[in-house]
Structures are given as C-alpha cells and as structure tokens.
C-alpha cells in the first residue's frame, strides 16, 4: 500500500555564498529565475527491521515568490523526463550529486514525500545575491516499508510570473546487513574463518534473513603489524553461511567484509585467532 509523507519546512541558517561555490556558478541576474544545488542529508540513508530514517532536503534557488516558491518531491526510481521536467541526461545537481544511475532490480511503486515552504521568511545567503536557502524536513522519515534502490528528489522553483524551473538528484535507500557468528580456528596447516551473513527481510516476515549468493572480502592483519592483508573471498550459501581457509599460522585479527548492493548496506565484522 502506497504511503504519502508530507514535508515540513524550515529555513535554514544563513550560509556563506562562498561556501556553496559561487566562483563555479554563470553570473545571473539577482532576480533571475534559477536552482544552485538539491541535496539530501543523510545522502546515504540505511534502515533496520524497525525505526526510520528521516531525511532533510535543502534547495538553494534565487527569484522564487509566491506561497509556493519552491516545492519538492521525493520518489522511488531513477530520474524521468516526466518527474524532473527535464532531460535525463543532463548532470544531477549539485557539485557532490550522485551520478544518475539505472535502478537494479524491482518496481518504483508510488511512495512520494513532498513539501513546500513560502518565500516570507526565506533567508538571502549572499550579499545582493538573491540566493536563498530552503529546508523540508518530512516529520515521517522512510523505513523497511518503502522501496529500497534508488530515489529521485526533484526540486521546482517558480516566480512570480509562474515560470518554473527545476533540478533533480538522487541518493540510494539501503536495508540493513549484519554479520553473525564469526569465528576463527586453526584447521591444519592454516586458519578457517565462518560466518553468516544477514539482511533485513525484504518480506517483512522477520527482522533479519540469510543473505545467500554474496561475496564476502577476507582480510588479516598480523597482531603488531599495521597493514591488512588480502586473503581472498567468499561465497554466501542458502544458509547465508560462508567458510574461507588460509596458510596463515600467526596470531592476528581477521576482518569480512561485504561491499553493499544498491538495495542493502555494506558492513564489516571483525574477529581474533
């Protein structure tokens, strides 16, 4: 079932214009109709089996009036021609913007976040620049409940003789993973390191599921020694289970490693032997 949050927003302190990279932006008119920068924070957003995640947008744009002056929209999927008013293939805004990305796998749905803020209290960021900063903050933050991969956050700008412009970019909404039970022996004339691999279950039956079809990085550091070692990798089975042995006879401390997907987070467990 498709859930809508509604964004609350709140102007933001004032920011130095050489902070935001004036000496990159065309010069513009004070009062020219234009969007500087859409980010999100956090950027890199990760959810659990409970609790949510909530997000802060804030737009920089100059010669937006009216009661709505500057809304934005949050939305599962990559970026459209329809949902950014725009050509795709142009650059996402801001200069630390997330490349624009295909999604990986699964449906969009239709979960949108979406907010406005009135020009009345905005506050000018630069001297004489006209550029001011806006801030949603949805009061619901997003959860395991909402689709995981890419989103989409588009920002539209319209002045006072309803022209519009907008600039989108795009941040990934990833699950949580865990390792459990990893432990270390040494088995002959080397170390066997095991372990499970867990994800929250993209079902929501239970809090957590065994990751199964994963590669897991294997890394020792010799107890002293300040540099890891390469030990190679793993594969999870069904069971999320994973097993790698290695000509290592030392003492030290031995590091797994999964490298994340567009849908679940990254995570490192670490254990002695």
Do not use: C
Not at 101 to 120: H, K, M, N
Not at 163 to 173: D, E, G, R
Not at 223 to 238: I, L, P, Q, Y
């Amino acid at each position: 079932m498709s859930r809508r949050l509604i964004a609350r927003a709140a102007v933001a302190a004032a920011v130095p214009l050489a902070a935001l990279g004036a000496a990159q932006t065309p010069a513009l008119a004070d009062d020219e109709l234009a969007i500087r920068s859409v980010t999100v924070q956090p950027g890199d957003p990760v959810v659990g089996p409970s609790g949510s995640v909530k997000l802060v947008v804030d737009v920089v744009a100059r010669g937006a009036r009216g009661d709505r002056g500057v809304t934005v929209k949050v939305e599962p999927g990559p970026p459209t021609a329809a949902s950014t008013g725009q050509s795709t293939g142009a650059a996402p805004a801001g200069p630390g913007a997330s490349p624009v990305r295909p999604l990986i796998d699964g449906s969009a749905g239709s979960v949108s976040v979406s907010g406005t803020r009135s020009t009345q209290n905005g506050q000018d960021i630069g001297r004489s620049s006209g550029w001011e900063k806006w801030r949603f903050q949805p009061e619901v933050g997003l959860s395991r409940w909402y689709p995981s991969g890419q989103w989409t956050v588009v920002a539209t700008a319209k002045d006072a003789n309803g022209a519009t412009v907008n600039s989108y970019t795009t941040f990934y909404l990833r699950r949580e993973t865990r390792f459990e039970g990893i432990d270390v022996k040494r088995d002959g004339d080397g170390t066997r390191v095991t372990g499970t691999l867990m994800r929250v279950d993209p079902k929501g039956q239970v809090d957590y599921r065994p990751f199964a079809g994963r590669e897991v990085a294997i890394r020792f550091r010799e107890e002293g020694a300040a540099d890891w070692k390469d030990m190679g990798t793993a594969v999870t089975n069904k069971d999320g289970w994973f097993e790698s042995r290695a000509p290592v006879k030392t003492a030290g401390t031995w590091q797994v490693d999964f490298g994340g997907t567009g849908h679940y987070a990254s995570n490192t467990g670490v254990a002695s032997g």
